[in-house]
T-cell receptor, first 108, second 113 residues
Framework: KNEVEQSPQNLTAQEGEFITINCSYS?????LHWLQQHPGGGIVSLFM???GKKKHGRLIATINIQEKHSSLHITASHPRDSAVYIC??????????FGKGTRLSVIA | DAGVIQSPRHEVTEMGQEVTLRCKPI?????LFWYRQTMMRGLELLIY????????DSGMPEDRFSAKMPNASFSTLKIQPSEPRDSAVYFC???????????FGDGTRLSIL
């Protein structure tokens, strides 16, 4: 069974700060997803990656397959980035296994 | 394009009652997933369907839970009888292929008193 660990569990940042959220997993995967859940509850898929790095606006996701580790970075953070960020992994053709999420609060 | 539609958004009911949650996936998506989210355990997969056929229901907690997908545009998750520990947010998601990004509904917040 693949365990997915996220750190930190909670994070408070000042507006404008650079933010990093980490995700580690225990066995080999075929893909890793980063999801965003806003206070209203809706969940949105941000990235799906299996190697290297992806960038979308102020969000950057990286993955190191050898180290079984991924990071989600937010540059120039803004209060609207406040949400729970969830890492999820897939092994082959299996459903996603989720981390417990990182709750981010960005203060103006 | 309409996203995944779930109903109801909120449900409050008494212990022992039957609860039915509903989901309409995105048209053309051949995979449908039911998840449960709690503070303690985060998001957990309950069951998923491919082309209306249940593929893996190993996440369904016990016999009180059942899910059906009678056609490509509709699925239900039923709890009978409900218990307070079933209180959670239940999400439905769909995707065009198992390894493609999933699109989530807004969830049903269920409270069992």
């Amino acid at each position: 069974k693949n365990e997915v660990e996220q750190s930190p569990q909670n994070l408070t940042a000042q507006e404008g700060e650079f933010i990093t959220i980490n995700c580690s997993y225990s066995v080999g995967i075929s893909a890793l997803h980063w999801l965003q859940q806003h206070p209203g509850g809706g969940i949105v898929s941000l990235f799906m990656l299996s190697s290297g790095k992806k960038k979308h606006g102020r969000l950057i996701a990286t993955i190191n397959i050898q180290e079984k580790h991924s990071s989600l970075h937010i540059t120039a953070s803004h209060p609207r980035d406040s949400a729970v960020y969830i890492c999820a992994v897939r092994m082959g053709n299996t459903p996603l296994v989720f981390g417990k999420g990182t709750r981010l609060s960005v203060i103006a | 394009d309409a996203g995944v539609i779930q109903s109801p958004r909120h449900e409050v009911t008494e212990m022992g009652q039957e609860v039915t949650l509903r989901c309409k996936p995105i048209s053309g998506h051949d995979y449908l997933f039911w998840y449960r989210q709690t503070m303690m355990r985060g998001l957990e997969l309950l069951i998923y369907f491919n082309n209306n056929v249940p593929i893996d229901d190993s996440g369904m907690p016990e016999d009180r839970f059942s899910a059906k997908m009678p056609n490509a545009s509709f699925s239900t998750l039923k709890i009978q009888p409900s218990e307070p520990r079933d209180s959670a947010v239940y999400f439905c998601a769909s995707s065009q292929g198992l390894v493609e990004p999933q699109h989530f509904g807004d969830g049903t917040r269920l409270s069992i008193l």
